[in-house]
């Protein structure tokens, strides 16, 4: 057992020197081309975390026409209320929603050149779970209701983008993990090619094929993992410059959201997995040029 560990020491000890003499350009080559899929698995987690917030709570707009009557508007009231699957509900002047209006720059000017309130009466109903659909029709047939809006429409079409964008993710991430193998096969075949002497005198004194493939195996895995720690400094880097033009954006919007942080978990698995392909690598590059030397 210790003697077995001694090899793996002398092996990993051996990958050091080489990778450091060698290994970081492709190390770095690695890093920017897996900072492309982490990069998006970060901005895809952002966004079906804004998602989620935009549906927790869905709301439903009621607009009424414009000749219903004030005491007509507020009968509307009792059916709301006895709708179970209505869970809160508030109503909004017309005098108000103008008031709001007239509060946004610019548009004061406009709403006055009009003469007259052109905003109806609405209300804002907060719904009992996701299926809207139902009780935006039932809403919609409702006696003096001249138009109503569901949140959930556009909260739908961003789950819909992030799922087409998860898909185009998964395929990038195929197509940069192949590439990601080929480069550390090239990397380990150009290091056969430089040791190949000293291979074939290791061959003819006894040394088994093990005891070869583990420097190489060691050293396609130390890239491996060396490019998926730079890819995951790059997202941080990245997504840290965007946070600060994010946080402008969504403070005008009265918002305090930001992009989502790989999470120490998500940093591990992306840095395991580069090195088990870096190893792939090795190993595909380590079988094929052996038996060439043999």
Request: glycine content about 8%.
């Given at each position: 057992?210790?003697?077995?560990?001694?090899?793996?020491?002398?092996?990993?000890?051996?990958?050091?020197?080489?990778?450091?003499?060698?290994?970081?350009?492709?190390?770095?080559?690695?890093?920017?081309?897996?900072?492309?899929?982490?990069?998006?698995?970060?901005?895809?987690?952002?966004?079906?975390?804004?998602?989620?917030?935009?549906?927790?709570?869905?709301?439903?707009?009621?607009?009424?026409?414009?000749?219903?009557?004030?005491?007509?508007?507020?009968?509307?009231?009792?059916?709301?209320?006895?709708?179970?699957?209505?869970?809160?509900?508030?109503?909004?002047?017309?005098?108000?929603?103008?008031?709001?209006?007239?509060?946004?720059?610019?548009?004061?000017?406009?709403?006055?050149?009009?003469?007259?309130?052109?905003?109806?009466?609405?209300?804002?109903?907060?719904?009992?779970?996701?299926?809207?659909?139902?009780?935006?029709?039932?809403?919609?047939?409702?006696?003096?209701v001249a138009h109503v809006q569901s949140d959930s429409v556009w909260a739908r079409r961003l789950a819909a983008i992030a799922s087409?964008?998860?898909?185009?993710?998964?395929?990038?991430?195929?197509?940069?993990?192949?590439?990601?193998?080929?480069?550390?096969?090239?990397?380990i075949r150009l290091q056969i090619l430089t040791h190949r002497t000293e291979i074939e005198v290791s061959k003819l004194i006894g040394?088994?094929?093990?005891?070869?493939?583990?420097?190489?195996?060691?050293?396609?895995?130390?890239?491996?993992?060396?490019?998926?720690?730079?890819?995951?400094?790059?997202?941080?880097?990245?997504?840290?410059?965007?946070?600060?033009?994010?946080?402008?954006?969504?403070?005008?919007?009265?918002?305090?959201?930001?992009?989502?942080?790989?999470?120490?978990?998500?940093?591990?698995?992306?840095?395991?997995?580069?090195?088990?392909?870096?190893?792939?690598?090795?190993?595909?590059?380590?079988?094929?040029?052996?038996?060439?030397?043999?």
């Amino acid at each position: 057992m210790i003697g077995w560990l001694r090899q793996h020491v002398r092996a990993l000890r051996l990958a050091l020197r080489r990778f450091a003499a060698g290994g970081t350009l492709s190390a770095l080559v690695i890093g920017v081309a897996l900072a492309l899929p982490t990069g998006g698995y970060a901005l895809l987690e952002s966004l079906r975390g804004l998602a989620t917030r935009a549906s927790f709570d869905p709301q439903i707009s009621i607009f009424l026409k414009g000749e219903v009557k004030r005491a007509e508007a507020l009968a509307l009231e009792r059916p709301l209320r006895a709708d179970r699957r209505v869970a809160k509900i508030r109503f909004i002047p017309r005098e108000e929603a103008l008031k709001e209006l007239n509060a946004v720059q610019g548009l004061a000017e406009v709403t006055a050149a009009l003469g007259q309130n052109p905003l109806p009466d609405t209300y804002v109903v907060t719904a009992r779970g996701d299926d809207l659909d139902p009780l935006v029709a039932d809403l919609a047939r409702m006696p003096g209701v001249a138009h109503v809006q569901s949140d959930s429409v556009w909260a739908r079409r961003l789950a819909a983008i992030a799922s087409a964008g998860r898909l185009a993710l998964w395929l990038l991430a195929s197509v940069l993990g192949i590439g990601l193998v080929s480069v550390t096969f090239n990397t380990i075949r150009l290091q056969i090619l430089t040791h190949r002497t000293e291979i074939e005198v290791s061959k003819l004194i006894g040394a088994t094929d093990a005891f070869i493939r583990r420097p190489f195996y060691y050293l396609g895995l130390l890239q491996g993992m060396a490019g998926g720690a730079i890819a995951i400094a790059i997202v941080w880097i990245s997504l840290a410059l965007l946070n600060r033009e994010v946080a402008v954006l969504a403070e005008s919007f009265g918002s305090g959201y930001r992009l989502t942080f790989p999470g120490l978990p998500d940093a591990i698995i992306a840095i395991a997995l580069a090195g088990l392909l870096g190893w792939l690598g090795a190993h595909l590059s380590v079988s094929k040029h052996l038996r060439q030397i043999e």
